[in-house]
Every structure is written in C-alpha cells, then in structure tokens.
Antibody, heavy 113, light 112 residues
C-alpha cells in the first residue's frame, strides 16, 4: 500500500522556522518526482515546490522562493521542506505528493504570534 | 504562469444523474514532448486530494469508470456519468506542463 506521511507541522511565530518531513513507502520513492502542495484554510490548492528524482532539478513558487528549501534522501525514502522566515500567509496544510499520483494526509502549519 | 479557470463553482446534482466540470487554461497545455499534462483531482470533505485523471483522459488506478476526461489544447472536461453519494467533494483541474504547476479554483459537487 502506498503511504506518504508528513510530519513536522505546528504553531510557529512569524519569522520562525519549521522543517517538514514526508516518509514514503509502498512505491519506488527514488523513481518519483516529488512535490509539496499547500492548502490554506478553506482555500484551494497551491503548488509550493518540486524536486526531481535525483534532486538535481528544483523549482519553487515565487511566494516561497528564497525562504523554503526542498530536499530528499532516497536512501531514507524521505522528502523534506525547510521553511524559514515564515509569514502568516504561509499558514496552511502542507501535502507531499509523489508527482500528483500519491498524496499524504498533510501536516498543518500555523504561523501566528 | 498558466491560469486555470474552472466552471461552474458549484454543481448541485441529483443522485444517479450526470455531472460535468469544465476547465480552461490561459495557454495551450501541449508539452514539447507531445503530451498534455492536464489532471483532475478529487478532494472529499476532510480528505487530501486524490488523483482521478491524468494526461486529459487516463483514469488512475482504482478510479471508477463513471469518471471520464476529455479535451485538448486549452479546453478540458471532467464528466461523472452517474453521480454517487461518495462523489461529493471539490474537484480541481491541474496543469503540470509548465512550472509553476497551477490548479483551477475548484468545483464543489454536492447532492441536491
């Protein structure tokens, strides 16, 4: 069974940092391009970042460029998102997705003082 | 950025009746490799998104055949042949032809 399990979300003050993790199982993680997608409360889906299978190609949404860093460890079947200089508008459920085929349950990030 | 526009915003449907959702992109979604990376996702209440259709018309694993996708270029459609209670939720079109990946605003399917 395919599973993607995000962790690392929580409440953080504006300007703070969080590191999200996504543990993958049930499919060949190293063969899948991965994405982070977020959903603000009551809103639609917003793509955040992409990483290629080997990690050599990375893209970011303009809204997070320079603040967020995506990475992966294929030996650990894990995807990461380092989020710095967090803002209130980053408040959302963050999903990791294998391409767009497989999705985790999401982890909630709340940026508030 | 490619803008994805969905209509309608909401679709009240009688059980067993068909439903149709349209999605229009601000530019052609045909990739230089010849594929069109237009997908449809379903998000049931309180659940993460789930892939239904990829590359316009291909049903993902486990997706019932009452779901079908069609279209080309900039105009795409998702059809549910006979709506069931479990189909309630928000449906999103999404393009992966070009970064940034972009989503439509969503269409809420509800039962009348």
């Amino acid at each position: 069974e395919v599973q993607l399990v995000e962790s690392g979300g929580g409440l953080v003050q504006p300007g703070g940092s969080l590191r999200l993790s996504c543990a993958a199982s049930g499919f060949t993680f190293s063969s899948y391009e991965m994405n982070w997608v977020r959903q603000a409360p009551g809103q639609g889906l917003e793509w955040v970042s992409y990483i290629s299978t080997g990690g050599s190609t990375i893209y970011y949404a303009d809204s997070v460029k320079g603040r967020f860093t995506i990475s992966r460890d294929n030996a650990k079947n894990s995807l990461y998102l380092q989020m710095n200089s967090l803002r209130a508008e980053d408040t959302a459920v963050y999903y990791c997705a294998g391409r767009v085929d497989y999705w985790g349950q999401g982890t909630l990030v709340t940026v508030s003082s | 950025d490619i803008v994805m526009t969905q209509t309608p915003l909401s679709s009240p449907v009688t059980l067993g009746q068909p439903a149709s959702i349209s999605c229009r992109s601000s530019q052609s979604l045909v990739h230089s490799d010849g594929n069109t990376y237009l997908s449809w996702l379903q998000q049931r209440p309180g659940q993460p998104p789930r892939l239904l259709i990829y590359k316009i018309s291909n049903r993902f694993s486990g997706v019932p055949d009452r779901f079908s996708g069609s279209g080309a270029g900039t105009d795409f459609t998702l059809k549910i042949s006979r709506v069931e209670a479990e189909d309630v939720g928000v449906y999103y079109c999404m393009q992966a032809t070009q970064f940034p990946l972009t989503f439509g605003g969503g269409t809420k399917v509800e039962i009348k």
